[in-house]
């Protein structure tokens, strides 16, 4: 069974910078579209961002627009979210997710692949 390894998460003050990386345990998986959610300890796992399997095609939520990137490195076979000017309301567990085809969506339930997530706290 293929895992999504994820790292970067942590604490950091408000207007910081945070880069989470995933990758998959093997290389079986790769030219996939991946994606990023998070889940607040009150809220629902929402989508953040989401990149088509050559990154011809992103996608980023109203609330990070301007403020995160998505990204991927082909030869390492890594996604990569670049987080700046981070608030207190990013704070959540991030979850990387894959699915078995190239394009991208932004619903959790098309995502057959998921990282046991990563903690992003942003204090005040």
């Known amino acids: 069974q293929v895992r999504l390894i994820e790292s970067g998460g942590g604490l950091v003050p408000a207007g910081g910078s945070l880069r989470l990386s995933c990758r998959p345990s093997d290389r079986s998986l790769n030219r996939v579209a991946m994606a990023w959610f998070r889940q607040a300890a009150e809220g629902e796992r929402e989508p953040v961002a989401a990149i088509s399997w050559n990154g011809d095609r992103t996608y980023l939520a109203e609330s990070v627009k301007g403020r995160f990137t998505i990204s991927r490195d082909d030869a390492k076979n890594t996604m990569i979210l670049q987080m700046d000017s981070l608030k207190p309301e990013d704070t959540a567990v991030y979850y990387c997710?894959?699915?078995?085809?190239?394009?991208?969506?932004?619903?959790?339930?098309?995502?057959?692949?998921w990282g046991q997530g990563t903690l992003v706290t942003v204090s005040s």
């Open positions: 997710a894959a699915r078995s085809v190239s394009w991208i969506n932004t619903q959790a339930s098309e995502y057959e692949y």
